[in-house]
């Protein structure tokens, strides 16, 4: 008999961990950190219904710190078994979990956090990272692995990020399948989602369950950026460091050479990990696709400035006049964006375009609906900056996408949504079950289902 426990990502987007118990073995499919309001981050505290070193195996789908972030602290507390993911996925874990490090005692050393005035201790540290990494063993899409000696794993393209899978288990004549986070079908760089074939279970991610993103974000982004030209000051993009500001920068490209006003406008790429993820996409370059001029740099985007250390992002504060910063987090909920946004938030000329999902309670989240002031960096700020949010960039599928995705499959599974706010995962549940007839439920965190 086997059992799967939702500890993670079940009435929230963030946090992702699945337990599936097989013949006495403990099987972890991701290990994310949950981020947010307080009372979703202070989830990160609550003890595991097991000791970490009960676990016997972790399967990460991709490298977003809500589906990796926490493994380190599963390390740390005594887990030591194998880690399964992609290759670019492993390589993509080294950078963000060692920037989260940094990144939690950083916060924590400054002795603040958004809305959280007692910044807790950091989770774990780079000596905890590196241990982390030496169990992790790269497995190839579609290629076998055996998992604990109870279920033959296997990795398959979701589409959402370089290296992202979705995950198959086969056990007791089952086949169990983990979405992770899944992506959209025909994006310039990435792949479109492999198919699901035949399967007993389908955990399947809600993110964007009760809406479609627009059909054609190039041209609301371009007139976004017209307006925030017009202004005059910063125009400021928070986006995470892989994956969409790739898909960012390629759009910028296209733009200045559909655009005069957009031609000569600089563009600052301010990120730590930015030299590491470029360095990972020329690693990789058979997981994504061929631009049409290959020989471009930087993705087409022309007028391109990296900043990596603090002290060349530091030099932006005095930058005039009109430019582009990007920089993570996409949700603004920490890293280098949270000092751009503290230094232009109160300038009526300076923009600010989201150009992804605003979790709940994130500071982007607060800024997209509208709040006249907020708390950066422990001082309240007004907001006078102009806040856009051009929604087509997400990297996940909408509700379209995610049923197109749905559509591959050849059975009728159990299906359990998670990874989504309520309404988005009831709303996924009740078109599976009208479109597809298949039994299907919203998952609870803290509850076990047998399979
Ligand atoms: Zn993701």
Redesign the pocket.
Same mark, same amino acid.
């Given at each position: 008999m086997a059992e799967l426990s939702f500890l993670g990502a079940a009435g929230t987007v963030t946090g992702s961990k699945h337990l599936l118990t097989i013949g006495g073995k403990h099987i972890l499919v991701d290990c994310g950190m949950f981020q947010g309001t307080v009372d979703v981050r202070n989830l990160n505290d609550a003890p595991l219904p097991l000791a970490a070193d009960d676990i016997d195996a972790v399967i990460i789908t !991709?490298g977003?710190i809500? !589906?990796v972030g926490f493994l380190p602290k599963l390390v740390a507390d005594g887990f030591s078994g194998p880690i399964y993911t992609t290759p670019p996925t492993a390589a993509l874990m080294s950078i963000v979990l060692n920037d989260a490090a940094h990144l939690q005692s950083y916060m924590h050393a400054r002795g603040f956090g958004h809305e959280r005035p007692n910044t807790p201790p950091p989770y774990y540290n780079q000596v905890d990272v590196d241990t982390t990494m030496r169990h992790v063993h790269p497995v190839a899409y579609e290629s076998n692995f055996d998992v604990a000696g109870v279920a033959q794993g296997s990795l398959h393209n979701a589409g959402?990020?370089i290296g992202?899978a979705f995950a198959a288990l086969r056990f007791e004549g089952k086949r169990v399948i983990f979405s992770?986070?899944l992506g959209r079908y025909d994006r310039p760089l990435l792949f479109d989602p492999s198919p699901i074939e035949a399967v007993d279970v389908l955990v399947c991610e809600s993110t964007y369950g009760d809406r479609e993103h627009p059909a054609e974000p190039l041209e609301e982004l371009r007139k976004v950026l017209i307006e925030a030209v017009t202004r005059g000051g910063a125009i400021i993009i928070p986006s995470f460091a892989v994956e969409r500001t790739q898909d960012l920068l390629y759009a910028l490209g296209q733009l200045q050479r559909m655009d005069e006003r957009l031609a000569s406008v600089p563009v600052h790429l301010d990120s730590p990990m930015a030299e590491a993820v470029d360095d990972l996409f020329a690693k990789f370059p058979h997981d994504y696709k061929a631009l049409p001029d290959a020989s471009a740099p930087n993705f087409g985007c022309k007028h391109l400035t990296i900043h990596v250390t603090a002290e060349d992002s530091k030099r932006l504060n005095t930058v005039k006049g009109s430019h582009i910063i990007i920089s993570a987090s996409g949700m603004a909920s920490g890293g280098r964006i949270l000092h751009h946004l503290h230094n232009h938030l109160a300038d009526a000329h300076a923009s600010v375009i989201f150009v992804g999902y605003q979790g709940a309670g994130t500071l982007g989240n607060l800024l997209v609906h509208g709040a006249h002031s907020v708390r950066i960096l422990g001082e309240t700020m007004v907001v006078r900056a102009h806040i856009a949010n051009v929604e087509g960039y997400s990297?996940?599928a909408d509700s379209k996408g995610l049923l197109r995705w749905l559509s591959t499959c050849t059975s009728t599974p159990q299906f359990y949504a998670v990874h989504g706010e309520p309404a988005s995962a009831a709303a996924l549940c009740a078109t599976v079950t009208h479109k597809l007839h298949w039994p299907a439920a919203v998952a609870r965190r803290g509850t076990t289902v047998t399979l």
């Open positions: !991709h977003h809500d !589906h959402h990020i992202s992770g986070d990297a996940h």
